[in-house]
């Protein structure tokens, strides 16, 4: 079975701050794929970074990265300069061989 | 615009009614999965076609049955509706399946309101 597991259920900071969403996941198979979508208050759902499982090295979007730790089945967001324009609800998700399955998300809201 | 259309974009009916929700991918994309999100909660994963065939179904409830048509779209019909199954109804689609997706695209979703 595919859990994803976002242990933060909010989370606030500053403008201008950097902010690290933690998420963990488990999975037996070997090639996956994971996610970090974003949900504003419009409730659309936006991919904000993807990862490959076989690559090593993490993602990078502009100020979004991810810290991915294979072995310890971890995937972190890293929000860089954050802006009033990233407060939203923050979704991680794990694409396996059959399912794409979401964590219960992270709302993050950034402060002026 | 992420190219997939859900119609309709709110739906208000009452306790025990039956209600179909329709989601036409973006063109070209073969996989459609349908996710369910009460308030404030995270996406609960539904079910999942691939090219017209069910591949892989979560926590979907026996009044809720899906299907996807030839020409690619799917609808999600919930029956004998109850005042808990009021939830953003969400369609998204991708090109493949599984770990060949590098992306699913997320349709506006479909607000269902039981009252």
């Known amino acids: 079975a595919q859990t994803v597991t976002q242990s933060q259920p909010e989370m606030s900071v500053q403008e201008a701050e950097t902010v690290t969403l933690s998420c963990t996941y488990d999975t037996s198979e070997s090639n996956y794929y994971l996610f970090w979508y974003k949900q504003p208050p419009s409730r659309q759902m936006i991919l904000v970074i993807r990862q490959e499982a076989y690559k090593q090295q993490n993602a990078t979007e502009n100020r979004f990265s991810v810290n991915f730790q294979k072995a310890a089945k971890s995937f972190s967001l890293k929000i860089s300069d954050s802006q009033l324009g990233d407060t939203a609800m923050y979704f991680c998700a794990l694409q396996g061989a059959q399912k794409l399955v979401f964590g219960q998300g992270t709302r993050l809201t950034i402060n002026p | 615009d992420s190219g997939v259309t859900q119609t309709p974009k709110h739906l208000i009916t009452a306790t025990g009614q039956r209600v179909t929700l329709r989601c036409s991918p973006r063109s070209g994309d073969l996989s459609v999965y349908w996710y369910q999100q009460s308030l404030d909660q995270g996406l609960q994963f539904l079910i999942q076609?691939?090219?017209?065939?069910?591949?892989a179904k979560g926590n979907i409830l026996e009044r809720f049955s899906a299907q996807q048509f030839p020409d690619l779209h799917s609808e999600l019909n919930l029956s004998s509706l109850e005042l808990g199954d009021s939830a953003l109804y969400f369609c998204a689609s991708s090109v493949g399946q599984g770990a060949m997706n590098t992306e699913a695209f997320f349709g506006q979703g479909t607000r269902l309101t039981v009252v």
């Open positions: 076609y691939y090219n017209g065939e069910e591949r």
